[in-house]
């Protein structure tokens, strides 16, 4: 693993988010800006990632410019319990304008017509994320990849449908590897109980991506891990 374009960020979970958020907005969106007419900005679901949309909107972005896509997202209507668009839209939906957000169309009926409709409304804006925020689970996944599934890892696809994820829902939409992996900046959480072994996992040079595939974020030109476990690689 590269040492010389991240930073292992520790500290506790409340302070984690708002780091989390400056490291979107300056290192992120600012700087991507000076060069370019809009970013796009790409976010996963969960606890861990609320305090950070809360941080977010707390900066004074330039949210006309940036536009907002789903890591991943369950198979379920943008209001349902379960969506994690839902959790974005209701900690930032009273600031952002409406062209900025990207949610995931859900549609039952053709699921994989609906995969590749979202991965168009991406190739319309350039087809990449400029910035990518991730979660690691317990077992090193990240978005709805997870360990050991080969064959979604080396499809060329930009987004990919999943159906029999191990974590429910089963049926998902999820980033490919392929798409994160043009990614200009990272941004990886590492928190919370039960998550030591995925941070010692992910900074272990033998594991390689198939076996945690949270190690995507570590072939982007600069990345962050922010965690509140214990980090056994020097700082």
């Known amino acids: 693993m590269a040492k010389d374009n991240f930073m292992v960020l520790q500290a506790l979970p409340e302070m984690l988010a708002k780091k989390a958020a400056w490291i979107i907005y300056k290192e992120g969106i600012e700087k991507l800006l000076e060069s370019q007419p809009h970013v796009v900005l790409a976010v996963p679901g969960g606890r861990n990632v609320i305090p950070v ?8 972005i330039d949210w006309q410019r940036v536009h907002i896509f789903m890591v991943d997202e369950r198979f379920v209507p ?7 668009y839902r959790l974005l839209f209701e900690q930032l ?3 952002l304008p409406a062209e900025s957000l990207h949610p995931f169309e859900f549609d039952d009926v053709d699921r994989r017509g609906a995969v590749g409709r979202y991965a ?7 087809g990449r994320f400029d910035i990518v925020l ?3 689970g317990e077992d090193g996944h990240i978005a709805s990849l997870f360990p050991g599934r080969g064959e979604v890892h080396r499809t060329r696809e930009s987004f990919v449908l999943i159906t029999d994820a191990p974590k429910p829902p089963p049926t998902r939409v999820s980033a490919t590897f392929e798409l994160l992996k043009k990614s200009s ?3 990886l959480l590492v928190i919370g109980e039960g998550k030591q072994q995925a941070l010692d996992i992910f900074l272990d040079d033998s594991v390689d991506m198939d076996s ?23 700082l």
Do not use: H, W
């Not at 949309?53 to 004074?60: D, I, N, R, S, T």
């Not at 891990?225 to 980090?231: I, K, N, W």
């Open 120 to 126: 168009q409304m991406l190739n319309k804006l350039g």
């Open 93 to 95: 939906g009273d600031i």
């Open 78 to 84: 943008v209001t349902d319990e379960q969506s994690n």
């Open 134 to 136: 991730l979660s690691s």
């Open 185 to 187: 900046v990272g941004l």
């Open 53 to 60: 949309f809360k941080a977010l909107g707390e900066f004074k």
């Open 212 to 234: 945690c595939p949270a190690k995507v974020i570590a072939g982007l030109p600069k990345y962050f891990v922010l965690t509140d476990r214990e980090v056994s690689l020097p």
